[in-house]
């Protein structure tokens, strides 16, 4: 009997390579714990294979100039020449190759915490953002070796295999998706906003140029997809500005470095705090605010918020923290700013502690621009359905079509692929539907048309009569069902003759295992 060719293993990518080596090398290490060993590492790598190309480039440029050979060594070491070319300052024992040649030894961990102190000190924006715990004594230092033998194989230079800091970018983002998945607890992952999320909330938004603000803004992949958005539609990174705030430490230094590898200029504060009790932006007025705030927070509320003047369509309750959040972000937009935020479900109907009132009053403030209800399973810490909302400042004259009387509904809950047993995403195709359904309805000229079961624009009377609930199915109704004209007796025919065709072809199958089965036994 002739062996069936085995099938062809799907190749690794570079990210799920380095991923899997990573995750053997962890150990009793916790993931909410090990993401700031590896991720440290990789931006380490990440700014030392930077300074060594400008060195190189530096060099060529000398010997050009005619400088003479025994001169250029003093020249390499000049700072100046690397920071005019936004590189970091790298001192010698905190490059990659001094790193790499103590890998093997028992003070390893010392060592990188050595080399995480003296970047900071001469690099003032990384100043209390590198991480410097790998000198503890919980680390293993054999394994924490290995790691830096793994990472020290990958160069991420315009010159090596695997390209430039897009693809450093591409291996962090990876890293932290993976680890916001491995971790547990009511906070799993909750310093990462799952890419496809992050896309349809840019996508719709279009953040062409203008000034950007995130005040939950995690890891930072919020602004990565929007500098990314920008640059696939011929801009420059530097077309839009960015300003943001996390309330964890350990999330806001993620943040600072996932920005800093991707040339991302942010202004993120000068430490982790609050944005609703500290405000490190008081006087910002955005363009676009791009936020998923954790939902509803029942902890949040200060005394000294009481007559907060971010709270001019009511006072959010004490006890949930969601209509704060819509406040806060609406009170930092620009006058023909849009906001597009991710909201627990339960902002769509909501009516205790005087949500409902809030939510009438924004309604009828004509700031409500469009509500899409998303598919369950789309986070690593809840498997709960989620909105996005999109409000919007001057919706008569902020670079659309008028659109102050009516808000958009989608219902795009049976969007999305099952990746694994428990996240689902969506593909681009989803998000090319969902993001070109807003701008169909919200351009001029975009020719757009209600879909039964998908999508409605609704006038604010109807909203009204379902007294200002903005849950999408409310108003998308039911998908239309295709024409069945088949007379009933001839369709009754049809599946019966089916259905016994079925039984015959089964009892087939029956025979062919009984025979083979005894063949067997002799």
Request: hydrophobic fraction near 35%.
């Amino acid at each position: 009997m002739a062996r069936r060719a085995a099938k062809a293993k799907p190749s690794k990518t570079l990210e799920q390579t380095l991923w899997d080596a990573a995750d053997k090398l962890r150990g009793n290490q916790e993931p909410s714990e090990y993401k700031h060993v590896v991720l440290g590492l990789v931006f380490l790598k990440y700014v030392s294979d930077r300074f060594d190309e400008r060195r190189v480039d530096l060099k060529d440029e000398l010997a050009a100039d005619g400088i003479k050979p025994e001169r250029i060594e003093s020249f390499l070491e000049e700072r100046d020449e690397y920071t005019s070319h936004n590189v970091f300052w790298v001192p010698e024992f905190a490059r990659w190759g001094h790193i790499q040649s103590l890998a093997k030894q028992s003070g390893i961990g010392q060592e990188l915490d050595k080399a995480m102190d003296l970047i900071e000190k001469e690099n003032p924006s990384l100043r209390g953002v590198l991480p410097r715990n790998y000198g503890r004594d919980g680390l293993d230092k054999r394994r924490l070796g290995e790691l830096v033998d793994l990472i020290g194989s990958i160069g991420f230079t315009v010159t090596d295999d695997h390209g430039a800091d897009d693809v450093l970018g591409r291996v962090y983002e990876y890293f932290l998706g993976q680890f916001a998945g491995k971790e547990t607890g009511k906070d799993a992952g909750a310093f990462y906003t799952p890419r496809s999320v992050v896309k349809t909330l840019v996508e719709m938004l279009e953040p062409y140029k203008g000034r950007v603000y995130d005040p939950a803004a995690g890891s930072g992949g919020m602004f990565v997809q929007s500098a990314e958005f920008v640059k696939a539609h011929g801009g420059k990174r530097t077309d839009i500005s960015v300003y943001g705030q996390e309330f964890t430490d350990t999330t806001w230094k993620l943040a600072k470095m996932n920005l800093a590898l991707r040339g991302i200029e942010a202004d993120m504060g000068t430490h982790s705090a609050d944005s609703f009790t500290e405000d490190l932006h008081p006087d910002l007025r955005a363009d676009y605010v791009i936020a998923n705030p954790p939902f509803n927070v029942s902890d949040w509320w200060d005394a000294k918020l009481g007559d907060d003047p971010r709270w001019k369509y009511g006072t959010p309750p004490q006890g949930n923290a969601n209509f704060g959040w819509v406040q806060h972000f609406i009170h930092h937009l620009a006058p023909n700013g849009t906001a597009g935020f991710v909201l627990a479900n339960g902002s769509l109907s909501s009516k205790s502690s005087g949500e409902g009132e809030i939510r009438r009053k924004l309604v009828e403030a004509g700031l409500v621009d469009c509500i899409v209800a998303m598919p369950d399973r789309l986070f690593f810490n809840t498997g709960i359905p989620v909105s996005l909302w999109f409000v919007s400042k001057g919706r008569d004259e902020n670079g659309h079509r008028e659109r102050r009387d009516e808000v958009l509904f989608i219902d795009a809950r049976k969007l999305g692929t099952m990746e694994s047993r428990r996240l689902r995403v969506l593909t681009d195709e989803d998000i090319e539907k969902i993001a070109g359904t807003y701008h169909a309805w919200r351009n001029h000229h975009g020719a757009y048309e209600d879909v039964p079961g998908f999508v409605k624009a609704a006038k604010l009377d109807v909203i009204e009569k379902h007294d200002f609930v903005l849950t999408p199915g409310s108003y998308v109704g039911a998908e239309e069902s295709e024409v069945d004209d088949e007379p009933i007796e001839e369709k009754i025919e049809r599946v019966v003759g089916e259905l016994l065709a079925e039984f015959d072809r089964g009892h087939k199958l029956e025979d062919e295992v009984r025979q083979r089965l005894g063949a067997l036994e002799k």
